[in-house]
């Protein structure tokens, strides 16, 4: 996982293909304006969601994984605690993983915990069980998905 400002994306666009394409996005929108909804950027490559709501408590933390995207999420208003397990520290045995929403829950506690605060951005990676929305109060947050595959024409 990377935790990084919003400000600083800008050192991240060659990391992976199509940061290159969240990166332009954020420069061309004023991701605090946006709808809470769904944003094509690069067909089922690359999109945004933008979300509103309240926050769980942390007793509610449960950690998420992904296999073909990567999350970069930027929190627009509130503030937010991530729970945070590596996941080759996980069991995922018999856990069912969700393939057309690319996610699975564990039944497992996070090892640490990060506070992300406005214009804050998480990249968080396959290797990286998360527990986002994390804290009290509203949060108002964009998460970028990035595919991670080789495949691109699958994708099309």
Known sequence: MILDSLKSFEKYQTLQDGFDKVYQFIRKNNLSTLEAGTYEIDGKRVWCTVSEGELKDVEDAKLEIHDSYIDIH???DGSETIGLKDRSKCNTDNT???????????????????????NNLAIIFPADAHAPLLGAGNYKKAVFK?????????LN
């Not at 990035?146 to 691109?152: A, Q, T």
Request: avoid cysteine; hydrophobic fraction near 40%.
């Open 74 to 76: 930027v929190l627009l």
């Open 96 to 118: 069912k993983y969700q393939e057309a929403d690319d996610i699975a829950f564990l039944e497992e506690e996070p090892e640490n915990y990060v506070v992300m605060g406005v």
């Open 146 to 154: 990035v595919h991670v595959g080789s495949n691109r024409s699958k």
